[in-house]
Antibody
Framework: QVRLQQSGPGLVKPSQTLSLTCDIS??????????WNWIRQSPSRGLEWLGR?????????DYGVSVKSRITISPDTSKNQFSLQLKSVTPEDTAVYYC???????????WGQGTTVTVSS | DILMTQSPLSLPVTPGEPASISCRSS???????????LDWYLQKPGQSPQLLIY???NRASGVPDRFSGSGSGTDFTLKISRVEAEDVGIYYC?????????FGGGTKVEIK
């Protein structure tokens, strides 16, 4: 059974960098037909896709428009995990953050447990 | 970006009665492989979203057959043939045709 386990701080100060990690068990981050995504949810913004990383002969990453200038999503094959870094956070970045697996022709079929991140001094 | 619009915003339902949710996209979700890249998710209270329907009309594993998805191009519908109490929550459509992936605003289903 595939499992995604998130880790990272629940409180980040304004202007600092939000960093979360998603450990994968039961699958590998370089699997074919899979993308590894970060999604967040807040009352003001609803469900918002932040970006993804995936391997197709080489590594690719795509990002959401609202965070494109501040975000990095990267894989770590040695640890079988992927991570999110969001720079220069503001209170608007307060949300529940999810790492998820998307399988081609199968949708988002695995979700992490969610991490509530609050941006506050 | 592809804009996803759901309706209604809120849907009070009577157990045993049917329910229907609409999702429209700002451009066609049909890809050259013949699939529509539109998925449906249900977020039950206190839980993360769960996959109901993928590629417009395919039920995910374990999803009861009272749930069905249909549609083409830019117009899609999720139907519940007979609502049960456990179906309450917020339903979302999501397009995965092109990055950035985008969600609809959600439809809250509650029991009358």
């Amino acid at each position: 059974q595939v499992r995604l386990q998130q880790s990272g701080p629940g409180l980040v100060k304004p202007s600092q960098t939000l960093s979360l990690t998603c450990d994968i068990s039961g699958d590998t981050v370089s699997s074919n037909r899979r993308t590894w995504n970060w999604i967040r949810q807040s009352p003001s913004r609803g469900l918002e896709w932040l970006g993804r990383t995936y391997y197709e002969s080489k590594w690719y990453s795509d990002y959401g428009v609202s965070v494109k200038s501040r975000i990095t999503i990267s894989p770590d094959t040695s640890k079988n995990q992927f991570s999110l870094q969001l720079k220069s956070v503001t209170p608007e970045d307060t949300a529940v953050y999810y790492c998820v697996r998307y399988t081609l022709y199968n949708g988002i079929d695995v979700w992490g447990q969610g991490t509530t991140v609050t941006v506050s001094s | 970006d592809i804009l996803m619009t759901q309706s209604p915003l809120s849907l009070p339902v009577t157990p045993g009665e049917p329910a229907s949710i609409s999702c429209r996209s700002s451009q066609s979700l049909l890809y050259s492989d013949g699939n529509h890249y539109l998925d449906w998710y249900l977020q039950k209270p206190g839980q993360s979203p769960q996959l109901l329907i993928y590629l417009g009309s395919n039920r995910a594993s374990g999803v009861p057959d009272r749930f069905s998805g249909s549609g083409s191009g830019t117009d899609f519908t999720l139907k519940i043939s007979r609502v049960e109490a456990e179906d309450v929550g917020i339903y979302y459509c999501m397009q995965t045709l092109a990055a950035p992936l985008t969600f609809g605003g959600g439809t809250k289903v509650e029991i009358k």
